[in-house]
């Protein structure tokens, strides 16, 4: 009898979980909640709250839940790339680029290239949320519509990133839970991401070609903007060459950042306050809130059969057929960064190859919808905020081509060198 309330008490419990997770992901596909200013960060920290008043969920077992060493390699990233735009170095850049002479189809060029080298070794949420307001303004000065630059940047952000295990969240989230290789996984990606950013210029020249058929203005001079900070700049130069020491050492990737991050704290002219402050909070409590959530759905008894069933069936994305699928349908629904999180909780034997794959997928599919990406979103927003609108259909536009085309290309290219099969 009481074998039999536990086993009730334990399908209503779980039931609850499930209910919660589905509710969890289902807002990280709509971005909100109807009626209330909820956002994803919002909604997967109310969904802990569920959690832990339900009493599934124990304040010490959420400890076990959160990738500690993931949250610890984001935020030493964030504190690098905080050093880079306190020095103004991001300012300097898009403003250079938006600046920059000859057609409108070697402007759009400038724009995927900056935006892509950048985002490869500083995340491209960042690179996005700093160069997009800049490049707008200075593309809209010079008379020019904004929309396919801002196509631009993005699609170069993203295309950029999918090279290094540090140029987006679920690419360090990977890298960290597989325990990859930093340089193989160079070797392995950054062919496919270089042949990415030719295609979004490609694509975007030839779908958007009445738009950069105009003749560009001279940007005219304006006063206020931020003074390149040389010194700050080289120091975080020389931090980018210190974690790439440091990740060749034998020493966890986390530890090695962590260091780097401290070393620039301790300045004498950049206030560790501004550069903390310019750390994306949101983003960090998104990624511990949805440890939990998936944790507390891992741990289930609907979960584990459900992976059983995935096993027997050879439905784990292990392959490229399977793997296609997985990432164009998961990354563009609710987004990469969940997706993958997902995809983690209850794929617990992916090999190296697999995992790299993953990685490479994911990060392309999220070119093909504005939802795909945080960063898709981040740039039209904004943009937004200085006037210009970069619509679904306007991102689609360019988007689903490219993200086929480069798609393709990352199959036959991870195919060919061995790291997944068909």
Same mark, same amino acid.
């Given at each position: 009898?009481?074998?039999?309330?536990?086993?009730?008490?334990?399908?209503?419990?779980?039931?609850?979980?499930?209910?919660?997770?589905?509710?969890?992901?289902?807002?990280?596909?709509?971005?909100?909640?109807?009626? #209330?200013?909820?956002?994803?960060?919002?909604?997967?920290?109310?969904?802990?709250v569920?959690?832990?008043v339900?009493?599934?969920?124990?304040?010490?077992?959420?400890?076990?839940?959160i990738?500690?060493?993931?949250?610890?390699?984001?935020?030493?990233?964030?504190?690098v790339?905080?050093?880079?735009?306190?020095?103004?170095?991001?300012?300097?850049?898009?403003?250079?680029?938006?600046?920059?002479?000859?057609?409108?189809?070697?402007?759009?060029?400038?724009?995927?290239?900056a935006?892509?080298?950048?985002?490869?070794?500083?995340?491209?949420?960042?690179?996005?949320?700093?160069?997009? +307001?800049?490049?707008?303004?200075?593309?809209?000065?010079?008379?020019?519509? +904004?929309?396919?630059? #801002? #196509?631009?940047?993005?699609?170069g952000?993203?295309?950029?990133?999918?090279?290094?295990?540090?140029?987006?969240?679920?690419?360090?989230?990977?890298?960290?839970?597989g325990?990859?290789?930093?340089?193989?996984?160079?070797?392995?990606?950054?062919?496919p991401?270089?042949?990415?950013?030719?295609?979004?210029?490609?694509?975007?020249? =030839?779908? =958007?070609?009445?738009?950069?058929?105009?003749?560009?203005?001279?940007l005219?001079?304006?006063?206020?903007?931020?003074?390149?900070?040389? =010194?700050?700049?080289?120091?975080?130069?020389c931090?980018?060459?210190?974690?790439?020491?440091?990740?060749?050492? +034998?020493?966890?990737? $986390?530890?090695?950042?962590?260091?780097?991050?401290?070393?620039?704290?301790?300045?004498?002219?950049?206030?560790?306050?501004?550069?903390?402050?310019?750390?994306?909070?949101?983003?960090?409590?998104?990624?511990?809130?949805?440890?939990?959530?998936?944790?507390?759905?891992?741990?289930?008894?609907?979960a584990?059969?459900?992976?059983?069933?995935?096993? $027997?069936?050879?439905?784990?994305?292990?392959?490229?057929?399977?793997?296609?699928?997985?990432?164009?349908?998961?990354?563009?629904?609710?987004?990469?960064?969940?997706?993958?999180?997902?995809?983690?909780?209850?794929?617990?034997?992916?090999?190296?190859?697999?995992?790299?794959?993953?990685?490479?997928?994911?990060?392309?599919?999220?070119?093909?919808?504005?939802?795909?990406?945080?960063?898709?979103?981040?740039?039209? $927003?904004?943009?937004?905020?200085?006037?210009?609108?970069?619509?679904?259909?306007?991102?689609?536009?360019?988007?689903?081509?490219?993200?086929?085309?480069?798609?393709?290309?990352?199959?036959?290219?991870? =195919?060919?060198?061995?790291?997944?099969?068909?």
């Open positions: 009898m009481i074998s039999g309330e536990r086993r009730a008490i334990t399908i209503i419990m779980d039931s609850f979980v499930i209910a919660v997770f589905v509710l969890t992901y289902l807002g990280m596909a709509f971005g909100s909640v109807p009626g #209330l200013k909820i956002d994803r960060t919002g909604i997967a920290l109310v969904a802990v569920a959690l832990l339900s009493g599934k969920v124990g304040v010490r077992a959420m400890g076990s839940s990738d500690v060493p993931t949250l610890l390699l984001l935020f030493a990233m964030m504190i790339s905080a050093q880079f735009q306190l020095a103004g170095v991001y300012e300097a850049v898009a403003t250079r680029v938006a600046g920059g002479s000859g057609s409108p189809r070697r402007l759009l060029a400038l724009v995927i290239l935006a892509g080298g950048l985002s490869a070794v500083l995340a491209n949420d960042v690179v996005c949320f700093a160069m997009t +307001p800049i490049v707008t303004l200075g593309i809209q000065r010079r008379g020019l519509d +904004p929309r396919p630059y #801002l #196509l631009g940047l993005v699609g952000a993203n295309a950029g990133s999918a090279a290094t295990l540090i140029g987006n969240p679920q690419n360090i989230l990977i890298g960290q839970v325990g990859l290789d930093f340089w193989d996984f160079l070797a392995a990606c950054a062919v991401a270089a042949l990415s950013l030719l295609v979004v210029h490609l694509v975007i020249s =030839w779908l =958007w070609r009445r738009e950069l058929a105009a003749e560009p203005q001279p005219p001079p304006v006063a206020g903007e931020r003074r390149l900070h040389r =010194w700050q700049a080289m120091k975080g130069g931090a980018l060459l210190g974690l790439a020491l440091l990740f060749a050492a +034998p020493l966890p990737r $986390e530890v090695g950042a962590m260091v780097i991050a401290g070393l620039l704290l301790a300045s004498r002219r950049m206030s560790s306050r501004e550069m903390i402050g310019s750390v994306d909070w949101h983003l960090l409590l998104l990624f511990a809130c949805l440890f939990v959530v998936t944790g507390a759905f891992a741990d289930t008894d609907f584990r059969q459900w992976v059983e069933t995935l096993a $027997e069936r050879g439905l784990f994305p292990d392959t490229l057929g399977a793997m296609l699928p997985v990432a164009l349908l998961a990354s563009n629904s609710i987004g990469n960064v969940p997706a993958v999180m997902l995809i983690l909780s209850v794929w617990h034997t992916p090999d190296p190859g697999a995992l790299t794959g993953l990685a490479l997928l994911s990060t392309l599919a999220g070119n093909f919808l504005l939802v795909g990406s945080l960063a898709n979103i981040i740039v039209a $927003e904004r943009a937004a905020s200085v006037g210009a609108r970069l619509s679904f259909a306007d991102f689609a536009r360019a988007g689903v081509p490219l993200t086929l085309v480069t798609m393709a290309i990352a199959l036959v290219w991870l =195919w060919l060198g061995g790291w997944m099969h068909w």
